[in-house]
């Protein structure tokens, strides 16, 4: 079986609704933060901060204050921890050159701002070292008043950038002047050195380590032009053993080998001497400036395809009665495959109200979830399923509803469902508030069945003429 891997990354369901910290709030974005690199999916296995990448807030002071030593890369927050990982070749980076330097932010919520602040790693600085303010020269480079105004949500930033050459670190501080707190982003950047300029390279394309392979399994490249696929530039890997298949090692492999047998395409991390080195991990794939080629495509086949993953959900109901705003959620999760199971209850404001998780493999398993703080009206119970190996997430979005004995009512319908049917006396249930609707007798009955999603005037409870149509109940 053969799979292309394109660069499409999953886009979380729950971005909005993965942090609390819902308006925070920017981000370095030319060049390309690690946290920005992660969100466009120029970084992989980058963890919650794909979603996030303006919410690396931790106090201000810096370099006498804010995040510890060795969490800086991700402010300290340990949701985002996979941002602290630090070796000379696990994150991209991006070409620049002493001189004039332009950093580019761009803002979420564009807080009144005290100052932008940026720091260059010292040239002997070990990369292969956790990330300490041992490794920085502590007087930034360039600094930039923000005079107590909020700026606009996007800004560029001209400076003068050090000599250094090789892998460096660039680390952008933006204190803001409304909270005791700053944002703090690294650029992983890679200074072009000598006097020659290397050849010129476009990135054309992405080594994504995405799963595992067997022995006999295939990695290959598919090259193309403006006129189709050049079967003659591919190059293709036979996985030769369990551990070369494991994700990280065969796009390791594969990036060598492609760096070996062609002269218009390289892959992985290109050094200060111009040369490409290929990293454990993710690796950029660069076609020479110039010519004809236009992309490369990654393509798996695996002689024995793994069963797929699968998730299942039993025992819970449709309604739930409201005990002073407590209810609980039995139900058991069923998983083919191995995956780390999580739960989470939306409120119809996309508010989380609870979760669970555990990891399951080929089994079931049953979840207790005691709620607080709970409205009536609708919910959702959104359970995600991420494989251990790497694979696709898996999704389901379970629609509850949530009633308040002494609001609630007997109904025939919970809204839109029936409506086709809906006549006088009909009562329906409003999910969006929990309150139960009577359609209103001839000649007003007609409107109770108007409804699309592109039409709600006569919605219950919420259309701009729903009172022509229903009685409030409740």
């Known amino acids: 079986m053969a799979a292309t891997i394109r660069f499409n990354h999953l886009a979380a369901a729950l971005t909005l609704l993965a942090s609390g910290s819902v308006l925070a709030h920017g981000y370095i974005s030319q060049p390309e933060s690690r946290n920005a690199l992660c969100k466009t999916g120029g970084n992989s296995q980058c963890g919650a901060v794909q979603w996030e990448p303006q919410s690396l807030e931790a106090s201000s002071g810096f370099p006498d204050g804010g995040p510890a030593d060795g969490q800086i890369a991700a402010a300290g927050h340990p949701q985002f921890g996979e941002l ?8 991209t980076r991006r070409d620049v050159q002493a001189g004039p330097f332009a950093i580019s932010w761009t803002f979420t919520a564009n807080h009144v701002t005290r100052n932008w602040r940026y720091y260059l ?42 000599e250094r050459t090789g892998y460096q670190i660039i680390l952008g501080v933006w204190e803001v002047g409304d909270t005791a707190n700053s944002f703090y982003n690294l650029i992983d950047a890679n200074f072009k050195g000598g006097t020659q300029p290397p050849l010129a390279w476009n990135q054309g394309g992405t080594i994504y380590p995405s799963i595992d392979l067997a022995a006999g399994d295939k990695a290959r490249t598919r090259v193309f032009d403006a006129n189709g696929e050049r079967t003659d530039l591919q190059t293709e890997l036979t996985i030769a053993s369990a551990e070369q298949g494991q994700k990280n090692n065969w796009a390791h492999a594969l990036a060598g080998k492609i760096n070996a047998e062609q002269s218009l395409i390289r892959a992985g991390q290109q050094g200060s001497d111009g040369q490409f080195n290929p990293v454990y991990g993710q690796n950029p794939v660069y076609l020479k400036a110039g010519g004809a080629l236009e992309r490369v495509e990654i393509q798996l086949e695996q002689l024995q395809p793994p069963v797929g993953n699968d998730i299942s959900v039993s025992g819970l109901a449709s309604e739930y009665q409201l005990d002073n705003g407590k209810a609980i959620l039995d139900f058991t999760i069923t998983v083919q495959g191995d995956l780390t199971v999580t739960n989470t209850l939306y409120d119809h404001g996309g508010v989380a109200k609870g979760q669970s998780s555990a990891d399951i493999k080929d089994s079931s398993q049953g979840f207790t979830m005691p709620l607080t703080g709970l409205s009536a009206g609708h919910h959702q119970l959104v359970i995600k399923g991420t494989p251990k190996n790497g694979g696709t997430p898996l999704q389901q979005t379970l629609d509850l509803m949530f009633k308040d004995p002494a609001a609630g009512g007997a109904h ?3 809204f839109p469902e029936g409506l086709k049917s809906y006549t006088d006396g009909t009562r329906v249930l409003q999910p969006k508030n ?25 919605e219950p409870g919420t259309g701009s003429h729903w009172q022509d149509a229903w009685i409030e109940l409740n």
């Not at 007003?444 to 039409?455: E, K, L, M, P, T």
């Open 84 to 91: 602290n990982a630090q070796t000379s070749d696990r994150w």
């Open 121 to 162: 790693t010292k040239q002997e600085w070990n990369p292969n070292q956790p990330l300490t303010r041992d490794a920085f020269e502590l007087t930034p480079f360039c600094v930039i008043d923000g005079n107590m105004v909020q700026p606009p949500k996007q800004v560029t930033h001209q400076c003068i950038l050090p």
């Open 412 to 414: 025939d319908f919970a």
């Open 434 to 458: 929990g309150k139960v609707y009577q359609c209103k007798p001839f000649p007003y009955s007609g409107w109770c069945s108007q409804w699309s999603a592109n039409a709600t005037q006569y």
